[in-house]
């Protein structure tokens, strides 16, 4: 299912490797696009999104041949989930990340949580299309409280927009809200008899905080944890949860810079800021333990 478009071409008339969001607006206005998008994730596995020229990480593959800049998180987390029976993606939007994991040689169960009801549709259909029954789409958002609450989106209905938030002072003032279910993971394991959690990734757009706060269980599971924070307070607040509760916070490479992939921030905010994606790995593993396990 490969388009025909021709990438290699494109990729040249763009003049660079990387993307910006504005890129990916412009091209969606002046070259649209509908249908499959094959990406190539490594040399034995494929996936394919659909796009109905109107999703940022298809419209990406189809600028630059690559779906998002976060390669080196990506790279991470594909590793992780090959040693991973169960996995939550929080805030799975089209499900990049869920596909990655979900097509790893052991299979692991993938529970993908996005609450936006036109892009969980959206997740719905990369999933079926990939013929992956072991990820299991949630039409909910994870919180500190299982209830309703609104989710506020920067962008129109019809742009799956990656910036959608539960947290009303992170909404820009143009945004749309939509009341939808929320959840813990505390409610989620327990209504889904899950003995052991081995992966997590957070991506909540400022709402971290109130994930970690429904995970009280997590100091039995001692997973690791993948987490984007945006910004010096979201790091603080997260180092204020996270430690205590026996976690190390690693500054995650995704600026393709020279230097480590992965490096310790020992517990303070990178003065060089070379991506915003952290992960938080139990300190019962130390360093060399942990580059044993991820390759880097």
């Not at 991470?76 to 939007?93: C, E, F, I, N, Y």
């Not at 052991?106 to 997740?123: A, T």
């Not at 909404?171 to 997590?200: G, H, W, Y």
């Not at 205590?244 to 600026?255: A, K, V, W």
Request: hydrophobic share 40%; proline share 4%.
């Amino acid at each position: 299912m490969r388009c025909e478009r021709d990438l290699e071409t494109e990729r040249l008339a763009a003049g660079r490797d990387r993307t910006s969001y504005s890129d990916i607006l412009s091209m969606r206005r002046d070259l649209p696009y509908y249908g499959y998008v094959d990406h190539q994730l490594d040399a034995e596995r494929h996936i394919v999104l659909f796009c109905a020229n109107d999703c940022p990480t298809s419209l990406s593959i189809l600028r630059t041949g690559e779906a998002t800049d976060e390669v080196t998180s990506l790279e991470l987390w594909t590793t992780l989930a090959k040693r991973s029976q169960t996995v939550l993606d929080v805030g799975a939007h089209v499900g990049l990340f869920s596909l990655a994991a979900g097509t790893c040689s052991n299979r692991p169960k993938v529970f993908s949580f996005e609450p936006s009801p036109l892009i969980y549709s959206r997740l719905c259909v990369n999933v079926l299309s990939n013929r992956l029954a072991w990820i299991k789409p949630q039409f909910l958002a994870v919180s500190r409280d299982a209830g309703h609450a609104d989710i506020f989106f920067k962008e129109n209905f019809n742009f799956l927009s990656t910036a959608g938030t539960l947290e009303p002072g992170s909404a820009a003032p143009e945004s749309r809200s939509v009341r939808i279910q929320t959840t813990t993971i505390d409610m989620f394991i327990d209504a889904n008899a899950i003995s052991k959690v081995d992966l997590v990734k957070v991506d909540v757009e400022n709402h971290e905080a109130a994930v970690i706060d429904g995970f009280t269980t997590i100091e039995n599971h001692k997973p690791f944890v993948l987490m984007e924070l945006l910004n010096r307070a979201a790091f603080d607040e997260m180092q204020a949860r996270m430690q205590p509760r026996g976690y190390r916070t690693y500054g995650i490479n995704d600026s393709r810079s020279t230097g480590e992939k992965l490096f310790d921030v020992n517990g303070q905010w990178p003065t060089e800021q070379v991506g915003r994606n952290f992960l938080f790995a139990p300190m019962d593993m130390d360093r060399a333990s942990l580059r044993n396990t991820v390759g880097f």
